[in-house]
C-alpha cells in the first residue's frame, strides 16, 4: 500500500506541474488585457474612415462660388481674362471654392474635342453641385451685360431653386450707372499711353438683338460726357456698326486709330473680326479710310480694375 500511494503521489506532483506550465503558456484573457496586433490596424482603419467622412462633410459644406463666363478657344486669352478673374475672385473669397463653367456650348465642344478640356456648361455645373452635397452657391457672371446670355444663365440656373440652403446670382459688368462710370475710368486709364491729340481709341464690342445692345450707346454717350472726345465705341453684329464708327472717327480729325476689344477676352471676334488682316475686318477697313491702324489684343478680364469690378459684384450678390 506504501508503495502504490507513493506511486500516485508522484503521478499528482507531475500533473500539477503540466497544468501550471499550460497555464503560462496561454494566459486567460482579461478585461484590463492590452490589444493585440491583430485588432491594433482595424481600429486605425476606423479612425482614418473616420476622419475621410468628416472632411467629406467639411468639403460638402464649403459653400461655392460658380464664376460664369461666355468662355473662349484661345488658350492664353482664356488663362490671362477669365482664369484672372477667377483668381482675384478666389483671393478675395478664400472660405469659397471657386468653379468654372461657360454659357457657350459650341466652346466647350471645341475644347474637349481639341484639347480633351472638360468645361461644364451652366446645367452641368448645377448638377455637379447638387451631387457634391455643396449647400451655399454664389452664381457670379462675367459677361459685359445682361443679354441673351445672361438671361439663359439666370434661366438654366433658376431651375435649381430649392435644391440648395442658399442660390444667389450675381450681376453682369455693366449693370448700374456706377458700373459704367468705374468701367470708363478703368479703360481710360488703361489706355492712357494711346491717348494723344490725334489719335482715336476705338473699343469694339459684341452686338446683340437683345435690348441691352443700348448699353453700347449708353457707355459712348457716358464716355463723350466725360470729356473722352476721342474714344468710340462700336459693334461687331449690332449698333453702333463699323461704318458709324468710321464716320465719327473722321468727324474727330483723328490720323491714328488703336482698336481694342470691349469683351472680357481677346477671342475670335478680337483676333479675326478686329485685327484680321482679311477684308471686312476693322483694322482692314479703317486702313482703308486712310488711319494709321493699331491694335492692342487684351481683354477687358485682363484689367485688374475689371476683375475688381467683378469681385465687387460678388460682394454685393453674397450681401443679399
Not at 503558456?25 to 490589444?35: G, I, L, N, V, Y
Not at 464664376?67 to 473669397?93: C, M
Not at 446645367?123 to 455637379?128: D, H, I, K, W
Request: with cysteine.
Amino acid at each position: 500500500m506504501k508503495h502504490i500511494h507513493k506511486i500516485a503521489s508522484v503521478l499528482l506532483a507531475g500533473c500539477m506541474l503540466f497544468g501550471m506550465a499550460a497555464c503560462g503558456s496561454e494566459p486567460a484573457p482579461s478585461e484590463t488585457s492590452a490589444p493585440s496586433e491583430t485588432s491594433a490596424p482595424a481600429t486605425t482603419a476606423a479612425s482614418a474612415a473616420a476622419t475621410e467622412t468628416s472632411a467629406a462633410k467639411t468639403n460638402a459644406a464649403k459653400p461655392v462660388l460658380l464664376v460664369v463666363s461666355f468662355g473662349t478657344s484661345y488658350n492664353d486669352s482664356r488663362d490671362i481674362t477669365i482664369g484672372a478673374v477667377e483668381n482675384a475672385l478666389q483671393k478675395a473669397y478664400p472660405e469659397y471654392e471657386v468653379r468654372r463653367a461657360f454659357t457657350s456650348q459650341i466652346i466647350i465642344d471645341v475644347l474637349k474635342e481639341r484639347e480633351g478640356l472638360q468645361i461644364d456648361n451652366v446645367t452641368q455645373a448645377m448638377e455637379r453641385l447638387v451631387a457634391d452635397g455643396v449647400k451655399e452657391v454664389v452664381v457670379q457672371p462675367t459677361h459685359v451685360m445682361p443679354g441673351f446670355e445672361y438671361d439663359d444663365m439666370v434661366k438654366e440656373v433658376s431651375a435649381f431653386t430649392g435644391k440648395f440652403d442658399s442660390l444667389k446670382i450675381g450681376n453682369p459688368l455693366l449693370t448700374d450707372d456706377a458700373d459704367y462710370d468705374k468701367l470708363i475710368s478703368v479703360l481710360v486709364d488703361e489706355t492712357a499711353k494711346y491717348n494723344t491729340d490725334d489719335t482715336a481709341i476705338v473699343f469694339m464690342g459684341h452686338g446683340t438683338e437683345h435690348k441691352s445692345n443700348a448699353t453700347y450707346a449708353k457707355l459712348q454717350e457716358k464716355i463723350t460726357a466725360a470729356g473722352h472726345d476721342n474714344y468710340f465705341i462700336g459693334t461687331v453684329e449690332a449698333t453702333p456698326s463699323l461704318e458709324d464708327v468710321i464716320a465719327l472717327v473722321k468727324e474727330s480729325g483723328a490720323k491714328k486709330v488703336v482698336l481694342h476689344p470691349l469683351m472680357i477676352v481677346a477671342g475670335d471676334h478680337a483676333n479675326n473680326d478686329m485685327a484680321g488682316d482679311e477684308e471686312g475686318s476693322w483694322k482692314t477697313e479703317f486702313e482703308k479710310a486712310g488711319f494709321e491702324v493699331e491694335c492692342v489684343l487684351n481683354g477687358l478680364g485682363q484689367y485688374s480694375g475689371v476683375q475688381q469690378m467683378i469681385v465687387d459684384h460678388a460682394a454685393a450678390t453674397m450681401a443679399k
